[in-house]
């Protein structure tokens, strides 16, 4: 489904992704790990068109979208949550996830304006698929509360089931259980497995092992930018080379 070729991604002289080669099949979840400073985050960026590679392919089914703007990338299917939480903070739950779906809309400014009958039909349409999404995400709870207010772990299965209001074909999650405790993450991973049955594909940056052992397909390692290692959760586990490049950081 997408397939990464040569990507490299200079910062002045800082190689922040050197030649990165990966694949990630159609109805997978590939996870993406490595040390703090690795390029994980600028690998996302490059394939959700916030930032390009400075050589390289990125191919989405076939298509290049290395050059794509963020709305083409999405136009294609593919959806992002963030590191960095990036909510509308003074709007409520349920304004998150309608919000995210406008774009999808198809009645323009002036019918929505006129209240016409195909704006009502569409926002009666958003409004069910922010229903399901909040059920799904046990959020129904707090659908009127300001997003800003919520405690972390909600804010980040806000985040996701806003990601997921546009319909993806692919997810790219940026450490999504980022300050969730263990049973938040756990829950969280049931729901990543969930979505992959239902048909998603999903590439997730994350740092906490579990998850990647409850979730992931396959796995890829970064270090200082290059791909170090690929195989399955069992198979990184045991990888010297990854041990080594987790110690070596932990040493400075
Ligand atoms: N816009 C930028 N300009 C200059 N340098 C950048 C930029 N974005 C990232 N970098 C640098 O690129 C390297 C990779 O950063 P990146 O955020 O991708 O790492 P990461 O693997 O996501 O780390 P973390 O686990 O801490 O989130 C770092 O050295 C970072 O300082
Ligand atoms: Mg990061």
């Known amino acids: 489904m997408l397939e990464l070729r ?7 002289g800082l190689q922040a992704l050197s030649q990165v080669d990966m694949t990630v099949p159609a109805n997978k979840i590939v996870g993406l790990i490595g040390p703090n400073g690795a390029g994980k985050t600028t690998l996302i960026n490059n394939i959700s068109g916030l930032d390009h ?3 390289g392919t990125i191919h989405m089914n076939g298509q290049p979208i290395q050059r794509a703007a963020p709305h083409q ?4 299917g593919i959806a992002r949550t963030y590191q960095n939480i990036r909510l509308f903070s003074e ?3 349920l304004e998150n996830l309608l919000i995210s779906q406008h774009s999808q809309g198809k009645a323009s400014a002036l019918e929505s304006l006129i209240f016409s009958g195909r704006y009502r039909r569409e926002e009666q349409t958003l409004r069910e698929n922010a229903a399901v999404l909040l059920k799904r995400f046990n959020l129904e709870h707090l659908a009127h509360l300001r997003a800003g207010t919520l405690p972390y772990g909600d804010q980040r299965r806000l985040e996701m089931a806003r990601a997921l209001a546009i319909n993806p074909r692919l997810m790219l999650l940026d450490e999504p259980t980022a ?6 993450t756990h ?3 049931t729901q ?3 979505l992959r049955d239902e048909g998603m594909t999903i590439l997730v940056i994350e740092h906490d092992m579990s998850l990647i052992h409850q979730v992931c397909d396959e796995v890829y390692v970064l270090s200082f930018g290059q791909i170090i290692a690929h195989g399955t959760p069992e198979q990184i586990k045991n990888d010297t080379t990854v041990i080594e490049a987790y110690l070596g950081r932990e040493d400075e």
């Open 187 to 189: 829950e969280l991973g």
């Open 6 to 12: 040569q990507v490299s991604r200079l910062f002045g």
């Open 73 to 76: 990338i999405t136009r294609l």
């Open 179 to 184: 300050g969730m405790n263990p049973v938040e």
């Open 53 to 55: 590679p400075t050589s």
């Open 192 to 194: 990543i497995l969930r």
């Open 91 to 93: 709007m409520t739950v």
